[in-house]
């Protein structure tokens, strides 16, 4: 079947500007989490979906990003003004209930100029 | 909060040679897994550990857990270029619903 898919699969943009950034988790999966990867650096957790609910925002690192989840499907990250410290791989992941295994989708290559 | 460390960072072996990649944590493991990532493929599932002494094997590689639950180890017999790419170890963070990750083991094979 169909694994988790994000698009785009890479971005490049100007400081300054917002950005959304897509995720598809597999179908039927409840769960769906959104992780960050900076070069050289490990995966950081920045927020986490339980179906519609976000009980989990913790890993947020500012007021300029937010995320969104329709039904138990698409999620939508978004970051507002961003800044070159942004640029990352954004991953997206999800999984069947909390605290089963996590699939994880092939990314989004942010370059903040 | 719990923290992984990851040995080695980096690792080149001869193709066909036997590795070791392992993994500790600050506190009880309740769930580990290992994951493998190559550049545009985002991580790929491998194994999930959860009860002391657990061994799992996939192909040819074996991930172990060990009795105490600090610590994992992921070992790969004869070594092939396509088990090249970064090794990342997860843990479940004490119940928390996201994963707590190592720094990664970049595995490079020679020919």
């Known amino acids: 079947g169909a694994g988790v898919s994000q698009s785009p699969s890479n971005k490049v943009t100007e400081k300054g500007k917002d950005v959304e950034l897509r995720c598809d988790p597999i179908?039927?999966?409840?769960?769906l989490y959104w992780y960050r990867q900076r070069l050289g650096q490990g995966l950081e957790f920045l927020i986490y979906?339980?179906?519609?609910?976000?009980?989990?925002k913790s890993g947020l690192p500012s007021d300029r990003f937010s995320a969104e989840r329709t039904g138990e499907s698409v999620s939508t990250l978004t970051i507002q003004r961003t800044q070159q410290e942004d640029s990352a791989v954004y991953l997206c992941?999800?999984?069947?209930?909390?605290?089963?295994?996590?699939?994880f989708g092939p990314g989004t290559r942010l370059t903040v100029l | 909060s719990q923290e992984l460390e990851q040995s080695p960072q980096s690792l080149i072996v001869q193709e066909g040679k036997n590795l070791t990649i392992n993994c500790t944590s600050s506190?009880?493991?309740?769930?580990l897994y290992w994951y493998k990532q190559k550049y545009g493929e985002g991580l790929i599932f491998l194994m999930m550990?959860?009860?002391?002494?657990e061994e799992k094997s996939h192909e040819k590689i074996t991930a172990k857990l060990d009795e105490k639950k600090q610590q994992s180890s992921l070992h790969i017999t004869a070594s092939q270029p396509s088990h090249a790419g970064i090794y990342l170890c997860?843990?479940?963070?004490?119940?928390?619903?996201?994963?707590?990750f190592g720094q990664g083991t970049r595995l490079t094979i020679n020919p």
């Open positions: 992941a999800s999984s069947l209930v909390a605290l089963n295994t996590q699939y």
């Open positions: 179908s039927g999966h409840t769960a």
């Open positions: 979906f339980q179906g519609n609910s976000a009980p989990d």
């Open positions: 506190k009880t493991l309740y769930g």
């Open positions: 550990l959860q009860k002391g002494g």
């Open positions: 997860g843990a479940d963070g004490e119940g928390a619903q996201k994963l707590v």
